[in-house]
């Protein structure tokens, strides 16, 4: 090669380099980083609290991790590094009450990702996308007579969504669980597997009883293309990877973009850069309406609908988008009773809160579970789960709690199935 060409070619890759590492957290990046980003929980004390910390969001200031909740008065938010000398002088100006939760973002992260773990499917640490639908293939090869691999459609970037279907019995009721809707709550598909695994495998009397007279419907990773960015590109990603009116803000989420009462009483955000975007209109996602077109298919078989989320502890009932309760909300409550007792005697101590959504964290609008309940007569059980913890780690759970959060669902779902069977929902 001509010497002048290789030292232009040179100049011109290093300029390409310095240009795109300038960028800085954006999508053509490597991996965006959070160091030095920290997370508060806020105490807010007054409507005028509440304003001002909605108008310094709106400035991208910072971004909510857990939305204000009107029950305990509280907010999480993480605060960019450069901002957080403003964000602290701001809290004392106004005299608002604030704790810090995690003080650098990155350093979890980076923790979390050092687990590799064993090359077997443990649950020692969090899994990729291909990872996953690796072992569902082996599962499926291992128990060919009582699983059955299901896809209900295909992604936005036209990867498949899949599930596992578990079925000792031809007729059973069915339960059908979702995971992963939110691409950054990796914790949800790493239980949904556990899950799925300790149906086939555990000896416990219990579980084999729940397993055996049950069909289950299990979606590990209902958001694919988030799930895969938050892995390759950026850890807290949430929402879809699909396009959206603004070049500049990419994804809707897709637990605000369901036909159930769709961006009524401010439930969701109409501005595709926030993270409760709900879309343009309802199901114009390609994730969310492949489901319901699945769910609409096998409706009648279906009794109990439960999704995974992360993080809170909390189990949520019907409904989002009202503080009125539905018709058998006290049987909900009932349910939600069990499930919190049978992980509260776990010797984690682990608390969980119930009841429903609007009541127990804050109105929403165009959820999946407020879909299924609201669209399916056969479906009178139907609640949100949110995982491990309450913001000491938030979504960034080490994988050492993996396995312990997982025990306390199978806890919570052996009582919840229980107590709706006693209740005569199944």
């Known amino acids: 090669m001509n010497f002048r060409y290789y030292l232009i070619l040179k100049l011109l890759t290093y300029l390409l380099t310095t ?24 105490n807010i004390k007054d409507t005028k609290q509440l304003q001002l910390m909605n108008a310094f969001q709106n400035q991208t200031k910072f971004s909510v991790w857990k939305d204000y909740n009107y029950i305990t008065n509280d907010i999480h938010v993480m605060v960019k590094a450069q901002e ?19 003080e650098n973002v990155q350093e979890l992260i980076d923790l979390e990702q050092s687990h590799s773990g064993s090359s077997k499917f443990d649950w020692t640490r969090y899994y990729q996308l291909h990872e996953i639908e690796q072992w569902l293939d082996d599962i499926l090869l291992t128990y060919p007579n009582v699983t059955e691999s299901f896809s209900i459609g295909n992604s936005y970037e036209n990867r498949p969504i899949r599930g596992i279907k578990i079925a000792f019995k031809p007729n059973n009721p069915v339960i059908f669980i979702e995971a992963n809707i939110h691409a950054r709550e990796w914790i949800t598909s790493a239980t949904a597997t556990w899950f799925i695994n300790e149906l086939l495998t555990s000896e416990d009397l219990e579980v084999r009883e729940m397993a055996e ?7 590990p990773v209902l958001n694919v293309d988030g799930f895969v960015f938050s892995h390759e590109r950026d850890r807290l990603w949430r929402k879809t990877r699909q396009p959206t009116s603004t070049p500049d803000c990419i994804g809707t989420d897709p637990n605000r973009n369901f036909d159930s009462h769709w961006m009524e009483n401010g439930g969701a955000s109409g501005n595709p850069c926030e993270e409760t975007y709900a879309g343009p209109e309802p199901f114009s996602e390609s994730e969310t309406k492949a489901l319901a077109e699945f769910l609409t298919s096998i409706q009648h078989e279906i009794k109990i609908y439960l999704a995974f989320h992360s993080y809170s502890q909390l189990l949520l009932s019907p409904y989002g988008h009202t503080i009125d309760p539905p018709e058998n909300y006290e049987d909900l409550l009932q349910i939600g009773k069990a499930f919190a007792d049978a992980i509260g005697s776990l010797p984690y101590n682990t608390t969980y809160r119930y009841g429903s959504t609007a009541t127990t964290i804050y109105i ?8 299924v309940y609201n669209n399916f007569d056969t479906v009178n059980v139907a609640y949100t789960i949110e995982f491990r913890d309450q913001g000491r780690f938030g979504f960034v759970l080490p994988p050492v709690q993996i396995i312990p959060n997982c025990e306390e669902l199978m806890a919570g779902i052996l009582a919840l199935v229980s107590k709706s ?4 929902y199944i």
């Open 19 to 42: 240009a795109l590492a300038d960028q800085g957290n954006n999508e053509f990046s490597a991996k965006i980083r959070y160091d030095n980003y920290q997370v508060y929980k806020i």
């Open 84 to 102: 957080v000398y403003n964000f602290l002088q701001l809290m004392h100006d106004y005299d608002i009450e604030k704790e810090l939760l995690i």
């Open 213 to 219: 007279n049950y069909n289950w419907y299990i979606i």
């Open 364 to 371: 929403t609008s165009g959820a999946s579970v407020d879909w």
């Open 421 to 424: 069977h006693e209740l005569e």
